[in-house]
């Protein structure tokens, strides 16, 4: 391979000597009759044959001095602004192949990045930070899967293990069945968020809009929790805002409500508050889900959408950090948005909103 790169070189500064040796053939060649003839007529100087064969050859002979001049001259101009940035380039991309995400090209010095090169290379930096942060992101989601999997599939199998054992009482067998029964639910519910979150991330599930009333949505996803808020004596406030319609995906939207309450519920103390607020601000409904759960840190908030991102990283707290990296890219898909604003032993507030539909299209439709 270096045999062909050595030859493909010779060929490529034959071709540019070539090239320069035609170019100063005609130029000097013009030149040397313009002079000729204007020596001619001014001292009337009938020249002999072998005078012109002389200057012949001589012209010739610079002819290919020149051109070899330039050959040379192209050739340093090329090793120092072509050849050493592609050189550069070349051994940052070996890098990136080799899996060396962290490779970077400083940029070139003086005039040698005025070329296009530097151009080049900021590209090639942006790509492999780019890649860099793809190649992290894989790496903990591997990590974090890994984890959320090894941990169910280990209390399922303890208390499978423990159902074999002889003597146990009813009151404990039905226990350690409830307890596979409820890590087998966790396991399955990972499973299908990570299968909707690819769906999504890949645009495979397309919104499906259709004018309906968010009010009436938003109480029906909240009284699935009933059993949860009464288990926990945690106090109901809602403040939801009568007619305010939404044309959107419904059965996408349900997944962003259902995710918030659940989260509100969780990380809310026995005898706290959830309150959800509905209420229109121009041409957008906005819904907000507050707590007054543990909250979240500024560091843990920049990052709280991000694909299993848990701000309790002892894992204590039952969950996956898939639910708000879901809700995230669906208010995304139905271009809305989202925020939150959390303190530290005060709670949590999320706020989405969403575009909705005009009044005048309301009452056409309803």
């Not at 409830?178 to 599930?205: H, V």
């Not at 397309?206 to 968010?214: E, M, T, V």
Request: glycine residues 8%; aromatic residues 8%.
């Amino acid at each position: 391979m270096k045999e062909d790169s050595k030859c493909r070189r010779f060929l490529f500064a034959l071709r540019n000597y070539a090239a320069f040796f035609l170019l100063m053939s005609f130029v000097i060649t013009c030149c040397m009759l313009l002079f000729l003839k204007m020596l001619a007529g001014a001292m009337e100087i009938t020249y002999t044959e072998r005078g012109v064969r002389l200057a012949a050859i001589a012209t010739f002979a610079n002819v290919i001095f020149l051109s070899l001049l330039c050959t040379v001259i192209d050739g340093v101009r090329r090793r120092f602004m072509v050849e050493r940035p592609v050189r550069r380039i070349v051994q940052g991309a070996e890098k990136i192949m080799r899996g060396d995400f962290s490779a970077r090209i400083e940029p070139l010095p003086g005039i040698a990045g005025e070329d296009g090169f530097d151009t080049i290379i900021d590209y090639f930096n942006r790509m492999a930070q780019e890649l860099s942060g793809v190649e992290t992101l894989r790496t903990d989601f591997i990590a974090n899967v890994s984890h959320e999997l090894k941990t169910p599939l280990a209390v399922i199998q303890n208390y499978g293990t423990m159902l074999q054992s002889p003597g146990l009482t009813e009151a404990q067998r039905i226990a350690y069945a409830k307890a596979i029964t409820g890590q087998s639910r966790r396991l399955a519910d990972l499973i299908t968020n990570i299968l909707k979150l690819n769906r999504l991330e890949n645009q495979q599930i397309y919104p499906a809009a259709k004018r309906y009333d968010l009010g009436e949505q938003l109480a029906e996803c909240l009284l699935t929790f009933e059993s949860t808020w009464e288990k926990k004596s945690i106090d109901i406030e809602t403040d939801i805002a009568e007619d305010v319609f939404v044309e959107s995906d419904e059965e996408l939207l349900s997944l962003v409500w259902n995710n918030l309450f659940s989260n509100a519920m969780k990380f809310t103390e026995p005898g706290g508050m959830v309150s959800v607020t509905l209420k229109t601000e121009g041409d957008f409904a906005t819904v907000e889900v507050a707590d007054t759960g543990c909250g979240i840190a500024k560091e843990t908030g920049r990052h709280i959408f991000e694909k299993f991102y848990q701000g309790d990283t002892s894992h204590a707290t039952q969950g996956n950090g898939l639910g708000l990296a879901l809700v995230k890219r669906v208010v995304d898909i139905v271009g809305g948005d989202i925020s939150v604003e959390s303190e530290i032993g005060k709670g949590s507030a999320f706020t989405v909103k969403i575009r909705r539909a005009a009044d005048g299209e309301i009452q056409k439709n309803s």
